[in-house]
């Protein structure tokens, strides 16, 4: 499907990546259909919209009149049959490979032929997922970063079926969004996360060795090295428990014991302490 013809566009997972990605095709003037199996899952979605587009109206990026059209455009659902009205779909649920199996099995069962089926994966092989589906040349990674309203990057991941006019429809669609994609082969953690989440681990393993504090571990990353936020900070933001699927998607992908979570890293996700989400990670957020 040509990039053109795109105007409704299906979001399959309403958890923080996919109420995200709503968000900003919303704000672009796309019909969204927001699909997930559980109704409070959406509720709880359209709350998170509606509070983070509030902080954006603050901020003057977006009119306040222009908040219950934007919020209009979204059409949330339980029903996967729903999904077939789409002219492009895209894949956020959890980092699971069974799980992303069965979303994606779904989805490709209703959607007309000629659309592309993306998914948000930030680390899974695109080649396997596409695998899933009937539709290998129309398949294609887009992986929009956290927090998907704020983020500029969009890694868009082509697998060796992968279409050249899909990826190119996809790279256009994403600036469409306002966003800048980057053209990436595929690969276990593509390139963000393949870079990131060493540093993540190894600042983990810094903590756990008593070599630092978290709080001395991401002052020395953001004010030696100018990143905006330390590593432990954004392991809170993106979630403990991810970074540790991630890892073990990397240390499977590239048989690398270099890639091990730390064991920090899993005493954390066993005690509940996720990051942001849960109140609690490398820092206390219930204060």
């Keep these: 499907m040509q990039f053109g013809e795109i105007r409704i566009v299906a979001v399959l997972g309403a958890g923080t990546m996919g109420s995200g990605i709503a968000h900003v095709f919303a704000?672009?003037?796309?019909?969204?259909?927001?699909?997930?199996?559980?109704?409070?899952?959406?509720?709880?979605?359209?709350?998170?919209?509606?509070?983070?587009?509030?902080?954006?109206?603050?901020?003057?990026?977006?009119?306040?009149?222009?908040?219950?059209?934007?919020?209009?455009?979204?059409?949330?659902?339980?029903?996967a049959a729903r999904v077939a009205g789409a002219d492009f779909a895209v894949e956020a649920v959890p980092e699971r490979l069974e799980l992303k199996r069965a979303v994606l099995g779904e989805a490709d069962r209703v959607l007309r032929p000629e659309v592309i089926l993306a998914s948000n994966t930030s680390s899974i092989s695109i080649a396997t997922l596409a695998a899933a589906t009937s539709r290998p040349d129309r398949f294609v990674g887009m992986h929009f970063m956290n927090p998907v309203p704020v983020m500029e990057l969009v890694e868009v991941v082509r697998a060796p079926q992968t279409a050249e006019a899909t990826l190119a429809t996809t790279m256009e669609l994403a600036r469409s969004l306002g966003k800048t994609p980057v053209a990436v082969n595929d690969a276990p953690g593509f390139v963000a996360n393949r870079v990131l989440?060493?540093?993540?681990?190894?600042?983990?393993?810094?903590?756990?060795?008593?070599?630092?504090?978290?709080?001395?571990?991401?002052?020395?990353?953001?004010?030696?090295?100018?990143?905006?936020?330390?590593?432990?900070?954004?392991?809170?933001?993106?979630?403990?428990?991810?970074?540790?699927?991630?890892?073990?998607?990397?240390?499977?992908?590239?048989?690398?014991a270099k890639y091990a979570a730390c064991p920090l890293l899993r005493k954390m996700v066993a005690e509940g302490r996720l990051g942001r989400k849960s109140g609690r990670g490398f820092y206390n957020y219930t204060r």
């Design 197 to 256: 989440m060493p540093m993540i681990n190894e600042a983990a393993f810094a903590v756990m060795e008593g070599v630092a504090t978290p709080e001395a571990v991401d002052a020395v990353m953001r004010t030696g090295m100018n990143h905006p936020m330390g590593p432990l900070e954004l392991a809170d933001l993106i979630g403990i428990d991810v970074c540790v699927d991630i890892l073990d998607v990397l240390e499977a992908g590239f048989q690398d």
């Design 27 to 79: 704000r672009s003037g796309y019909d969204v259909i927001l699909r997930d199996v559980a109704q409070e899952i959406l509720d709880r979605a359209h709350a998170t919209i509606s509070a983070n587009l509030d902080r954006e109206v603050k901020k003057g990026k977006v009119a306040a009149a222009a908040k219950s059209e934007i919020l209009a455009r979204i059409q949330a659902t339980t029903d």
